[in-house]
C-alpha cells in the first residue's frame, strides 16, 4: 500500500521565491496534517484539514504561507515569497479521521538561500 | 495546556545493551492517547504505537517494549539488546482528548557496534 507521497523531496531555492509543497494522502484518510521541523523548535503543527475543508491554521507562521486541498487525495503548502528562516523539513501526514494514528510522509527539506 | 517532556536528549550505547528512553507528558484531559514514533537518518516518521488514557498495560513488540504508567504520568520506551539499526531520534507524543497531537523534542539514540 503507498503511504503518504511527498514532492519534491528536496527543495533549493533563492529568497524571494515562491515555493510550492506537494502531499498526497494515503487513499481512504480524511484528514490531513502539515507540519515542519527545525532544530530550534522541534516538530510544529501548521495546519489541518478535515475532508478537504481548513480546521486550523493557527500554526501557519504568517501571511506568506498558504495551504489548499482542493481534493481528498492533493495538498499543496506554498510559502511566497520565501525567507532563509523557513528553511526546515516539511512533513505531511494522513489519518483516517483527525483522531486516528497519524501516518507522515518522507518529508520535504527546503533550503532557503 | 499540553506538554510532552523527553529529558534525554541523546543516548549512546553498545550494541546489544538495554536502552530505556523516558517520556513524561502533562494533560489536564482525562481521556489521552499517547504514541511513539521513530526517525531514522534517513528522514521519515515511523509510527511505533499507540496507547489510550484507560489502557495501563505494557506492550511488548519483539525487541520494543513500552511502559504507561498514569500515576507518575509516563509513557517510557523500552529497546531489549539493542542494534545498529535501532540508532535514530525518537519522537513521544500526546494527543489529549480531541486535541492535535503535541511532540516532545526527541531522543537522539546512536548504537554502536
Known amino acids: 500500500d503507498a503511504g503518504v507521497i511527498q514532492s519534491p523531496r528536496h527543495e533549493v531555492t533563492e529568497m524571494g521565491q515562491e515555493v510550492t509543497l506537494r502531499c498526497k494522502p494515503i487513499s481512504g484518510h480524511n484528514s490531513l496534517f502539515w507540519y515542519r521541523q527545525t532544530m530550534m523548535r522541534g516538530l510544529e503543527l501548521l495546519i489541518y484539514?478535515?475532508?478537504?475543508?481548513?480546521?486550523?491554521d493557527s500554526g501557519m507562521p504568517e501571511d506568506r504561507f498558504s495551504a489548499k486541498m482542493p481534493n481528498a487525495s492533493f495538498s499543496t503548502l506554498k510559502i511566497q515569497p520565501s525567507e532563509p528562516r523557513d528553511s526546515a523539513v516539511y512533513f505531511c501526514?494522513?489519518?483516517?479521521?483527525?483522531?486516528?494514528?497519524?501516518?507522515f510522509g518522507p518529508g520535504t527539506r527546503l533550503l532557503v538561500l | 495546556a499540553q506538554k510532552v517532556t523527553q529529558a534525554q536528549t541523546e543516548i549512546s550505547v553498545v550494541e546489544k545493551e538495554d536502552v530505556t528512553l523516558d517520556c513524561v507528558y502533562e494533560t489536564r484531559d482525562t481521556t489521552y492517547y499517547l504514541f511513539w514514533y521513530k526517525q531514522p537518518p534517513s528522514g521519515e516518521l515511523v509510527f511505533l504505537i499507540r496507547r489510550n488514557s484507560f489502557d495501563e498495560q505494557n506492550e511488548i513488540s519483539g525487541r520494543y517494549s513500552w511502559n504507561f504508567q498514569k500515576s507518575t504520568s509516563s509513557f517510557n520506551f523500552t529497546i531489549t539488546a539493542s542494534q545498529v539499526v535501532d540508532s535514530a531520534v525518537y519522537f513521544c507524543a500526546l494527543r489529549p482528548g480531541y486535541s492535535t497531537l503535541t511532540f516532545g523534542k526527541g531522543t537522539m539514540l546512536l548504537v554502536s557496534p
Open positions: 501526514a494522513s489519518s483516517l479521521t483527525q483522531y486516528e494514528t497519524q501516518y
Open positions: 484539514f478535515n475532508n478537504n475543508v481548513p480546521i486550523d
